[in-house]
């Protein structure tokens, strides 16, 4: 059993910052993944890919958050961050955590991201 569990979310205003985080646990080791990455999903849409990072480091990211987002990995410890600033409220959204490794994805629960005035 592999566990995802995410936290930092709730409520900001419009052009503020939140960081989300994320910890694996259960039957893992060390570099446990080959990839993490945060996905989203807004009321009446699909899920997408926010941002990703490998085991190596290299990141990519959705247009949309680009030069306001950063994801950062303690890959030795499977744990993923994402750090959101100059939020907007188009980044309203359940935001997910998920860890791959080979063809197995693996989901957190999701943590509730709400920009608003």
């Known amino acids: 059993q592999v566990q995802l569990v995410e936290s930092g979310g709730g409520l900001v205003q419009p052009g503020g910052s939140l960081r989300l985080s994320c910890a694996a646990s259960?039957?893992?080791?060390?570099?446990?993944?080959?990839?993490m990455a945060w996905y989203r999903q807004a009321p009446g849409k699909q899920r997408e890919l926010v941002a990703a990072?490998?085991?190596?480091?290299?990141?990519n990211y959705v247009d949309s958050v680009k030069g306001r987002f950063t994801i950062s990995g303690v890959n030795a410890k499977n744990l993923v961050y994402l750090q959101m600033n100059s939020l907007k409220p188009e980044d309203t959204a359940v935001y997910y955590c998920?860890?791959?490794?080979?063809?197995?994805?693996?989901w957190g629960q999701g943590t509730q991201v709400t920009v608003s005035s």
């Open positions: 998920n860890g791959r490794r080979r063809r197995t994805d693996y």
């Open positions: 259960g039957s893992i080791f060390s570099y446990y993944f080959d990839a």
């Open positions: 990072i490998t085991r190596s480091g290299d990141t």
